[in-house]
């Protein structure tokens, strides 16, 4: 057998990696490959547990899918060494920092150490040239300190400038480090960072807090009759509609492949509920046209589900119940809002039913998918 990291494993990694990729549909993108080659590796088990698992669904594997797997196994390893880097950089720009600091120091007590001697000269000596060649003597030193400080002074400008561009690019690493790439959304990361202080500060305050999941409707039917850049198109547009909708604290995310979160704090369920039903319009009301061409593709719709924080709740349990009245309401016919309360029960007469001209739409394509 080959040794693990040999050049024949590798090979049969990557054969089996392109084998997989073409069973699935998918092009060999680096993305794609990067997975699939870790998959058959068996050096990363979260990707490999998360990769059967979408096996074993009905989604199956699609672009999207597959860039959100590679960033929530693989991409964080990326920016915890773009990171480490840029600490790396700071920590040598500090030390930078302080070595200046010191020269400045050295040179400040040089030149104390020269006054003093000039003024125990002019207590000491009475002669004329003595007193010339102590004048001669600090006016050198003077110039020689001024010189230095002006050197110094140029370059700790030079070096602020370098960290506040160090500072930058930090920043811009734990912003891509907690982004969506596609959407410009916060991605799952991200949530889970924001929901876990969500739920903390309600449970403190006793304020309510409500989570809203939405899936969108058909989403793999979608991807195959029009395309994956169609499909990356439908999740901006729904990106988009999500930003304008929400206000203040409310925080919406792309939690994984085409669903979406919306974290709400200080919001009960009937609130919720409302915003809900408001981003659901939106995208309901939205005529989806392919750019390249202009053809018109129908409507896109939303599944929705709401659940507000219970005492005692962890995250995961306000997660679960949310992602139950998601699914409640794809099995009640799509294209609409459910409660946690009202996941078991018959769809509430508020609720929106399909529109008339989905057969002629995207919703309508097809009964398969979510």
Do not use: W
Not at 57 to 74: H, N, P, R, V, W
Not at 104 to 109: D, I, K, L, N, V
Not at 297 to 307: P, Q, R
């Amino acid at each position: 057998m080959a040794a693990v990291g040999s050049y024949e494993a590798a090979q049969k990694c990557a054969g089996s990696a392109f084998q997989r990729m073409g069973v699935e549909g998918l092009a060999p993108t680096p993305v794609n490959f990067t997975i699939f080659y870790h998959y058959f590796s068996g050096k990363v088990p979260q990707l490999k547990r998360a990769m059967d698992n979408v096996a074993a669904s009905e989604k199956g594997f699609t672009d999207e899918i597959c860039q959100a797997l590679y960033d929530k196994c693989l991409g964080e390893n990326q920016q915890r060494r773009l990171t480490s880097a840029v600490q790396a950089e700071i920590r040598r720009a500090l030390e930078a920092l302080s070595s200046l600091v010191d020269e400045a120091g050295r040179g400040a007590e040089s030149y104390g150490n020269a006054l003093d001697q000039f003024s125990d000269r002019m207590n000491a000596e009475t002669g004329l040239n003595s007193l010339r060649q102590a004048v001669d003597n600090i006016t050198t030193r003077t110039r020689a300190m001024k010189s230095q400080n002006e050197k110094l002074s140029l370059e700790l400008s030079e070096a602020t400038q370098n960290m506040d561009v160090l500072r930058e690019d930090l920043e811009s690493v734990r912003r891509e480090a907690l982004s969506d790439g596609l959407t410009g959304l916060g991605n799952r990361r991200y949530f889970d960072i924001e929901l876990r202080t969500a739920v903390a500060e309600a449970g403190d305050a006793g304020q309510p807090l409500s989570l809203l999941m939405a899936d969108i409707d058909k989403f793999k039917v979608l991807n195959d009759t029009f395309g994956h850049q169609t499909g990356d198109e439908v999740l901006k547009l729904v990106a988009r509609i999500m930003k304008e909708t929400v206000k203040g604290r409310d925080t919406p995310s792309r939690y994984g492949g085409e669903e979406f979160a919306v974290i709400l704090p200080k919001t009960p369920m009937k609130g919720a509920m409302q915003l809900a039903e408001q981003i659901r319009a939106a995208v309901a009301g939205k005529r989806f046209v392919r750019r390249s061409s202009g053809t018109a593709l129908g409507t896109v719709t939303l599944s929705l589900g709401v659940a507000t924080l219970r005492a005692g709740d962890r995250t995961s349990d306000l997660i679960a119940r949310a992602d139950a009245a998601l699914y409640a309401a794809k099995r009640q016919g799509r294209n609409r809002v459910l409660a946690e309360t009202a996941a078991g029960a018959p769809p509430p007469a508020t609720s929106a039913r399909q529109p008339a001209d989905a057969a002629a739409g995207l919703s309508g394509t097809a009964a398969a998918g979510r």
